[in-house]
């Protein structure tokens, strides 16, 4: 029997620790994103962490920025960035309050407005593919800039908030390189930072990064 999911909200003291604890430990938590037409509820499947200066694929890496400025605190809150000049991704914030650490939401499951979803990944060729991907989760929930400082730890009717779910079992939980981070930050040996439920069909594959080449 499955047990059904625990829809406390997740506390700020949960968001408030190093982000290699955080990451693996956001893994079959649950995401709520209220719009206008209905919720949608996703489950996370994967993720990646990025540790702010001591990290070379962080944003945060060269310091403060416009852009980075919601990383640096407090946890908890989401950190929305626009990339290609076409998709925004999502983050969570972690760590202690000024130290800009975050997790990427790379993957999730949709468990409830699944129809709502699909209205926004037309493209998508079944409901596993609806957020398979940092850019199509953020598509799939109806995720832009303008969320970029929301609280997520909140019993609030915010747009985004994380409720406690289920968490995995470490023997459960992959993790090694990040997809498409170039230079160290994409070494796996070095920084083995993306986690993933075994075996899960919404997981996203790995990539490495590939140079743009310019246009002769």
Known sequence: MIATPDRTPLPR???DRPVLEVAPDLLGRLLVRTTPDGPITLRLTEVEAYDGPNDPGSHAYRGRTPRN??????PGRVYVYFTYG????????CGPDGQACAVLLRAGEIVEGAELARKRRLSARNDKELAKGPARLATALGVDRALDGTDACTSAETPLRMLTGTPVPSDQVLNGPRTGVA?????GDI???RFWIANDPTVSPYRAHVPKRRRS
């Open 13 to 15: 003291d949960f968001f």
């Open 69 to 74: 400025d919601v990383m640096f605190g407090p």
């Open 86 to 93: 076409m998709w925004h991704c999502m983050n969570l914030v």
């Open 183 to 187: 230079g160290d930050g994409g070494n």
């Open 191 to 193: 920084h083995p930072w």
